[in-house]
């Protein structure tokens, strides 16, 4: 009678469907120490570790965060190349060429005057400047020791003994 009783797996298999339908439940037949423990889901090891450990939630969340870190990235990248643009024009124009010195200055642009009010611009005292760059002069040559006229010209090598002296 308990053999009339007792649901056979091909019973089972009638009452869901017939064959290719249903699908044997192995885990039934396990003895655990608990039968709650026999619905658990496997956890799937891959190399020796759950993969389930490597899953994150916040995954979404952190994407977010590194598009919006990238945005970030790219306009700093923008601003930085428009800075660098904008020094390569500075340095092409006239305000970082050197001063002209005053044997190449034939329109006279380059005065104590100027100079005295771009140093005031700048906050400093200009007098003292002023007064160094007008008092000092040009020094004379030197004089030549000896004439060359006065040498004989009829001994060359003598002529270049005194003047290599």
Known sequence: ??????????????????????????RKHYILANDE????????????????????????????????????????????KRLIQQNRIKKSTADSRPIVPRKFDKDKEFTSERMGRQLS??????????NRAGCRSRGRKRERSLDLMDLDVDQPNKKLRVRSM
């Open 1 to 26: 009678m308990e053999k009339e009783n007792k649901k056979l797996e091909r019973d089972l298999e009638e009452e869901t469907g017939g064959a290719g339908v249903y699908s044997v439940d192995l």
């Open 37 to 80: 423990w026999k619905g658990d889901v496997k956890p799937e090891i891959l190399d020796g570790r759950n993969v389930s450990d490597f899953f994150d939630f916040d995954i979404l969340q952190r994407l977010e965060e590194l598009e919006r870190e990238e945005e970030k990235q790219e306009d700093l990248a923008k601003i930085r």
């Open 121 to 130: 611009d700048l906050g400093l005292d200009p007098t003292l400047a002023i």
